[in-house]
């Protein structure tokens, strides 16, 4: 009796059922599935540190943590333009390594708009955050303190196995920020109608281009009567002039 619970829990399901259908989504729900129910980030890292930087995205890749597609407090724009800011927050504020400012002021400009948002802010905001690579250290997964190496050997060994740590963590985070990117553009209704003008545009292109093509066939059709009419009407002066 109540529309507005049954709608959200339509929604719920419909998104859950889509989530199922994909197999890409369905099996990273598979691996993440404890995280999200139990809401907390997939790294299980307790660091604090670590939890300062590296905001948790993995419970906001499910139908239930946003209502509805409008730009109030709760819904689709505002929960996800939040996320993504808390992202680079922890990348802005993080020890980075050398070289990657250039990829944080690219995810600065970036801004993931409203609902009416230009189509060029939509596009910029994807392009950036399709792209994401952390540029943070990720020094906090470091499985040993290499000052504590008794000799030259082990300190290597030490640091290789903490490059490694650094390495998976890193990858990992990457990981997990671009399912959250994919999450949000299949569900961005702004991608879905850009989509649909161009498949609209595509189905008019195309058929101009029949229409087009039909427009030539009946000029060359024309063009071969009227040819084989002058050459009829050839023949019949040549006859009348050999009588």
Sequence with gaps: NDPETAAEQFRFVQQAYECLSDPTERQWYDEHR???LAG???SGNDNPNAHD???QVVPFMYAGCFRGFGDDDGGFYAVYRSVFDHIYQGEATGTRVEGSASALEFLAAADFGTSTSAWTTVATFYQAWESFASGLNYSWEDDYDVKEAPN?????AMEEANRKARKAAKKARN???GALVRFVKKRDPRVQARLEQVQAAQRAQEQVRKDEQVQRK????QAREDWKLQAQ???AQQDFFLL
């Design 53 to 55: 930087m590296l905001f």
């Design 40 to 42: 907390w980030s997939s």
């Design 34 to 36: 404890d995280a999200i």
């Design 233 to 235: 009407q050839n023949m």
């Design 175 to 177: 990981d997990d920020v």
């Design 152 to 156: 030259r050997r082990v300190r290597r």
């Design 218 to 221: 009946k000029q060359a059709q």
